[in-house]
């Protein structure tokens, strides 16, 4: 039999003139020619447009645009960048394969699936469907009776760690999940179950996309000859955020004619708590000896100033391809050093210092405030909201809008005011086994009495519970006693340590998958009530605040204009004009856990590295010498030794007064 291979038609048309559009560095990664290469796109050095040129520039030099593969993180970063492709070629880039992983290996599961045994009219669990059929496979091995067995999605986050890290259950409980030890031969069981039941309902959730494309190159030899043969280069996004079972399919599929392009940047792998693995970028020349590596270093976002501080920090890692960013001519002010007396002048500070800059004419969407962790941000909120300053949350809800923070602010109101319908039903609703109908009849039979905390826990209660309910009635009754008398109504934080002590944590920890942040919060809520003489004041305080939030909420459809209050995570990849970064103290960034670990300290110190580099004009580094810890007391803070680390002519130290 005669092949005959036909040849993608290229459109006459003048070739583009990249060396306009590109930066020398940029032009030598776009127009580099075949072999593996390694693009490390320092913060603000263009990337995306490197990825844009380059799929163009195959494209202009006869290479098939079906036989271009662009893997993202997002869809909207794939749309985005062939959107731009689209542009250059004049519709073109409609044949490359671009997408997630996870889209892009659905399209390959949808033709090839049948050669590992997966049907390919398969379906596609969304992320409810997931859990939905995790909790079914939780009801069937009637594990719920057990009071504290962890939810569904806890479960889920387990099982989808040990897929993206190519990782046993047990290892992944022991090392990531150790508080999940007691349930580790049960979280085994549900897995085997929940594998079993998509295999019967021909049903894949998103980490089988991965799984089974994977599987497919590596039992089904001439399926891999045939990806391997057709895709020409892969490039890859974001490669420093790569798990391993990603990585690996990357190598697999550019095996044939191994032209993988990656392109990230090391310095911002901050991800490992979602499975991300540095050594994925870190040890790509190693993978990889012929590797080309080029480096991004024109930074068109900060001045040099900011550069040079973001330069000093990064420095101190060990693990990392060394480079050094520079501006584009672009000079300003020396980063400011704050120190202040405690956490609530630092919220005054940074609110003062926002209503100064939006006197000087700075639009409020120009100005963010970043933290390490949520609970930072509480005093700040405040502060903002008594002084009127419209705020947005990127790192979650509100403070005092998150459930963990109802539910015990719930159990203080409900102790003042036995009366409070709504605490009361929040609380009893908290308890396994109690929906809504139970928690009416117990309400009602407390209601009726005259010393509704006394009858809250007696054994009446307990006749109207349902048997799953009675299994869990002890804890919440010796949370709920914990709450009477003198420490509930005159020390708001010794009430809320009961409160955690008596049961709450085992219900943060069977609940929610990030219990240690939402225990952080509950235990800065602690601190701040310590400013408080009673209960009550602290209860009105915050009655008080929230009332005045709501009255800032813009209407839907009504346009507002708000500072951005974000964790530093959820601020990758975007920028503002001034940024504070709050909180930096030594056990709080790099966080205390992460301490006492190369490769912790290292990770922290490129999560303060991004948060440096998300600022254009203005930088403030502040941090309170002076910290409020529930179990500590007052103590002093040594500044984060990021800080103290930075050379002195990278900042201007400021000295706050009044």
Known sequence: MTKYHLKASVPARVATDYSSHLNPEQLEAVTSGDGPSLVIAGAGSGKTRVVTYRVAYLMESGVSPSRIMLLTFTNRAAREMLHRVELLMKGEARKVWGGTFHHIGNMILRQYGDAVNLNTNFTILDSEDTKDLIDSCIAELNLRTQSMFPKGKIILEVISRCTGTE??????????????????????????????????????????????????????P??????????????????????KIQAE????????????????????????????????????????????????????????????????????????FPKVLHSVQRRGPAPALVPLENRSQEAEFVSQRILDLIDEGMPLREIAVLYRSHYQS?????????????????????????????????????????????????????????????????????????????????????????????ANWNRYKESMESLKGEPVLNHPSEAIREILEKGYIAYLQSNYENYEDRLEDIEQLSNYSEHFKST???????????????EDVAEP???????????????????????????????????????????????????????????????????????????????????SPYIQELPEHTYEKWEIEG
């Open 536 to 550: 009550k004041d602290f209860l009105s305080d915050l009655a008080l605040l929230n009332s005045v939030q709501a």
């Open 378 to 470: 509480m005093e700040l909120q405040m502060e903002l909201t008594r002084r009127r300053i419209p705020y947005e949350v990127r790192s979650g809800l509100r403070f005092f809008e998150q459930a963990h923070i109802k539910d015990v602010i719930s159990y203080l109101r409900a102790a003042l005011n036995p009366l409070d319908e709504i605490s009361w039903t929040r609380i009893l609703k908290l308890i396994p086994g109690i929906g809504n109908v139970t928690a009416k009849k117990i309400w009602e039979y407390i209601k009726a009495s005259e010393s509704p905390l006394e009858t809250a826990v007696s054994d009446g209660v307990a006749r109207l519970l349902t048997r799953r309910a009675k």
């Open 222 to 243: 001439s399926v891999k000859d045939k990806l391997t043969e057709k895709f020409l280069h892969i490039l890859v996004d974001e490669y420093q955020d790569t798990n």
């Open 167 to 220: 990782r046993p259950i047990l290892d992944v409980i022991e090392n990531d999940f150790s508080y999940l030890l007691l349930f580790a031969e049960e979280i085994e069981k549900v897995n085997q179950l929940y594998v079993k039941k998509k295999k019967g309902m021909n049903l894949v959730d998103f980490d089988d996309l991965l799984y089974y494309w994977k599987k497919i190159l590596l039992e089904a």
């Open 557 to 639: 459809g009504e346009e507002s204009e708000s500072i951005v209050l974000s964790t530093i995570h959820r601020a990758k990849g975007l920028e503002w004009s001034r940024v504070f970064i709050i909180g930096l103290t030594e056990g709080n960034f790099p966080t205390a856990k992460s301490m006492g670990s190369l490769e912790g300290e290292e990770e922290e110190r490129r999560v303060f590295y991004v948060a440096v580099t998300r600022a254009k004009d203005e930088l403030y580094l502040c941090y309170p010498v002076m910290d409020d810890r529930w179990y500590e007391g007052s103590i002093i803070k040594r500044p």
């Open 249 to 320: 399919i990357v190598d697999i599929m550019a095996s044939k004619h191994r032209n993988p392009m990656v392109v990230g940047d090391d310095a911002q792998s901050i991800y490992s708590f979602r499975g991300a693995c540095f050594d994925n970028i870190i040890r790509f020349p190693e993978r990889y000896p012929d590797a080309r590596i080029f480096k991004l270093t024109t930074n068109y976002r900060s001045t040099d100033q900011i550069l040079a501080l973001a330069n000093g920090s990064i420095a101190h890692n060990r693990r990392q």
